[in-house]
């Protein structure tokens, strides 16, 4: 793996020639030049390498000394739990302990209750493992292992102790023991041996989508940016706030600091995600009337995008730091606060143009002030990271990914069909090594479903499996034998246990080497008391094959993740979200809104990686929920904050015209995304228009009777802004309702 050049590598040498460009590099520069590329990049990854090997024999050996049962358990524990960054492997450590300790303490009651009835015990066993598979997938982080763990441990202990009742409390403590040795031993080699931290690349990543995020509305602005690129930064968008919340929650664990500014990434995560909706929504708002011919709308609007635009740099230069956005914080608010006055004075020249351009300029207008209002919130916070507390920080505001209902319930079901099957087939056919088959499958099918693609992971595992059963038996009966000591049998282990980890942080080939790695370490390593016996390490081999396999069909065949059926299921889930904007408890709304939206759209993101038309779909459902959902919600928080004394007018009862007219908008604008029809389209455009028709007859009354103050008339020219936007959303040529448009919608000129 490579690099580009540095500048300063490109850079004309001492001593050559004015004009001709640089003079070529010596051969012991660009040695020392190839050094450094591959000391940034293919050098990182061997560290780790090393680091990963090390911290497993440091585990055994530590185990061995101890004399616990089984050092293995450390040493696997080691090769999970390990990762690039120092807060990576703390939280992943955290929640692989908190899911021992639930596991051993389900397994004693289980074991307890069912000693002496091993059937009843499996049908317990199952279900426990398959709600633990379905909590491991429905979080999308790290706190998925501890289900995974809880689900692993009454396997692993339960399983071999169910007819000897007297020995699973010893079997449960030394199991916590070494799963805690491992853990620490692999925390502290990370922590100190060339250590990454999370919350320096957190700090990179917020840095730079903070640029990215100025370009792209640069970028947009003028015009150099077409549907498919914007697509691909929309999504690209989405991937980086599932990326951020992440190193978030992993980088809370590394020090006291980077926890006391967690609150405030997490709300500054939500809050991008509003400004980028409420960015998107301006810029079809002007796509659509600049296709309309509304070259007046546009040709006033498209400068102020670009005054914001430079209202985000610093002298035309990027934020480089949380110091820096201070500076940007309060250019913003200077934009916004002159801004309604400015709106105001060039509102004179459209209101010629009749009622229709009023609407549109009043719209846009609303959408940009809206946009300016959370680009400074979003900045602000940015600007807060600066100090260890601030009171940005009191917030409960925070994304929170969680996996469909429907997948993680059929990810729990296909565990535990699996590992009945299995039960089973050991029961009836009595085979020793049956028990070792029914733990492994519990175990992958927990593992496998918390990732986006199950069905590729588990393919990868099952020919890692493989190879590690056969360069187990090398390792076993060929190398070890002829070792003695501890020293010889860590170099006899370490070629092995390198190409397991140098696979493993290969992306193509990374489920082999996880592969390899587990199962290798868990069927090879020795226990103090070591037993070379090559008919029971052929039965567990074939066990561990038949576990794999069984998992990887099951993943392909029972339902699988990216079957067509789940993903128009995860479809209509998205597409209630606009239930959620129109019924939704008012506390937090659109946050949880926004949150769960984009969360829908990360997991098809996820699953429909091969599917690129399916992901276009489901983008444009993403983006027309979200425009819709949030005028709603809106609207929504304008009737709910009326003033008193304008709720008591005639006009503003819950049972007038008007009112009756916006509720019916909204049972309209659900019953069409629940159902999206042609007849539930033209009955909801006709429901916006006489919403929107009661609107402007109410302002018209209100001028007209001399009640209508400056705040309420405001307040109802938003309240109508927002009625034209959802029309404009729905005629969008663009969106997935397009499909309905003829013989309703007049065509473009």
């Known amino acids: ?50 680091k990963t090997v ?148 957190a700090r990179l990543r917020v840095r730079q989508r903070f640029k990215d995020f100025v370009a792209f509305i640069h970028d947009a602005a003028a015009a150099r940016i077409d549907r498919p690129a914007m697509e691909a930064r929309n999504k690209a968008f989405i991937a980086d706030v599932v990326g951020l919340e992440a190193l978030r929650s992993y980088a809370s664990f590394e020090d006291p600091e980077t926890r006391a500014r967690s609150a405030r990434v997490a709300r500054m995560n939500s809050e991008f995600m509003a400004a980028s909706t409420r960015f998107h929504a301006l810029h079809q708002l002007i796509n659509r009337l600049r296709a309309q011919a509304g070259d007046r709308v546009t040709a006033i609007f498209t400068p102020f995008l670009h005054e914001l635009g430079e209202a985000l740099t610093r002298a035309g230069r990027p934020v480089e730091s949380a110091a820096e956005a201070r500076e940007i914080a309060q250019q913003l608010d200077a934009f916004r606060t002159a801004l309604p006055a400015r709106v105001r004075a060039a509102r004179v020249d459209v209101e010629d143009d009749g009622a229709d351009a009023l609407l549109d300029y009043d719209t846009a207008s609303e959408l940009l002030y809206r946009f300016a209002d959370e680009l400074s919130a979003y900045a602000q916070t940015y600007a807060s990271l600066d100090r260890t507390v601030h009171e940005r920080g009191r917030t409960d505001i925070r994304y929170a990914p969680k996996t469909h209902m429907l997948s993680a319930g059929i990810a729990g079901a296909r565990a535990a069909v699996v590992m009945l099957a299995l039960s089973v087939f050991w029961i009836v056919s009595g085979w020793p090594a049956g028990n070792f088959a029914v733990l492994n499958a519990a175990a992958i099918c927990a593992i496998v479903s918390s990732v986006p693609q199950p069905a590729k992971l588990a393919r990868q595992m099952v020919l890692g499996g493989l190879l590690s059963v056969v360069g187990g038996y090398v390792a076993a009966f060929v190398v070890m034998p002829a070792l003695d000591g501890f020293m010889q049998l860590a170099f006899g282990l370490l070629p092995f246990l390198l190409a397991g980890m140098w696979l493993a942080t290969r992306p193509r080939w990374a489920g082999i080497g996880v592969g390899f790695c587990i199962f290798f370490t868990a069927t090879v390593a020795p226990d103090n008391r070591a037993v070379y016996d090559v008919t029971e390490f052929l039965n567990n081999g074939i066990a561990l094959e038949i576990a794999l396999l069984a998992a990887w069909v099951s993943f392909t065949v029972l339902i699988p993740p990216s079957s067509t059926w789940l993903l128009r299921r995860m479809e209509a889930s998205l597409r209630r979200q606009v239930r959620f904007a129109c019924f939704g408890r008012r506390r937090g709304l659109a946050y949880r809104f926004e ?36 005028a709603i919600i809106e609207l929504r928080h304008e009737f709910e904050t009326l003033p008193p004394a304008v709720a008591a007018r005639p006009d503003y009862q819950l049972h007038s015209p008007w009112r009756t007219a916006t509720r019916a908008q909204r049972v309209a604008l659900v019953a069409l995304f629940d159902d999206p029809s042609r007849e539930r389209f033209a009955a909801t455009l006709a429901a916006n228009q006489a919403a929107l028709t009661r609107t402007q007859e109410v302002i018209a009354a209100g001028l007209a009777d001399g009640w209508l ?30 499909a309905f448009h003829d013989g309703l919608v007049p065509a473009a000129p």
């Open 1 to 50: 793996m490579s690099t580009p050049r540095t500048a300063a590598a490109s850079a004309a040498t001492p001593g050559s020639a004015p004009g001709k460009g640089p003079a070529p590099a010596s051969p012991p520069n660009r040695f020392i030049e190839a050094l450094r590329d591959w000391a940034s990049s293919e050098g990182l990854t061997w560290v780790y390498i090393f």
């Open 595 to 630: 949150n769960g939206t984009r969360d829908f759209m990360a997991q098809v993101g996820a699953l429909a990686a091969e599917r690129p038309d399916r992901q276009r779909a489901m983008l444009g459902w993403m983006f027309s929920v979200l425009e819709v959902g949030h």
């Open 54 to 201: 090390f911290a497993a024999l440091l585990a055994l050996y530590l185990a061995m000394r101890l004399e616990l049962p089984s050092p293995r358990s450390a040493m696997v524990t080691v090769f999970v739990v390990m990762q690039p960054q120092s807060g990576m492997v703390f939280a992943k450590s955290f929640y692989r302990l908190a899911g021992t300790l639930v596991g051993l303490v389900v397994t004693l009651a289980l074991v307890a209750c069912f000693a002496q009835a091993r059937d009843v015990f499996l049908v317990a066993v199952a279900l426990w493992i398959s709600f633990c598979t379905a909590g491991a997938a429905r979080n999308r982080n790290f706190r998925s292992y501890g289900f995974v763990l809880a689900g692993y441990t009454a396997a692993l202990v339960g399983l071999p102790t169910v007819e000897h009742a007297v020995g699973a409390f010893d079997a449960g403590v030394t199991r916590a023991l070494e799963v805690s040795l491992g853990a620490l031993t692999a925390g502290a080699v990370s922590a100190t041996l060339f250590p990454e931290r999370a919350s320096t690349l």
């Open 709 to 738: 103050e400056r705040a309420e008339r405001h307040r109802l020219q938003r309240i109508a802004s927002y009625l034209h936007f959802i029309r404009t959303a729905m005629l969008d040529p663009h969106s997935p309702l397009a």
